[in-house]
């Protein structure tokens, strides 16, 4: 993830790219989040 965040705020990586393309950023990042957060609360929630 800390290479998806230099590419997309550091180097522009997505700067040309379609708008469609960059619609999706913020959903690849809230994804990540989710899914980081679903792996820290599984051992909390299989109790």
Known sequence: ???AIWG??????FASA???A???IPLMF????VG???VA????ISR
């Open 36 to 38: 980081l957060a679903a």
């Open 1 to 3: 993830m800390v290479s």
């Open 41 to 44: 609360l599984a051992p909390v």
């Open 22 to 24: 960059r619609k999706l």
């Open 8 to 13: 997309v705020f550091i180097w522009k990586e």
């Open 18 to 20: 379609p708008a469609n």
């Open 30 to 33: 809230g994804f990540f989040l």
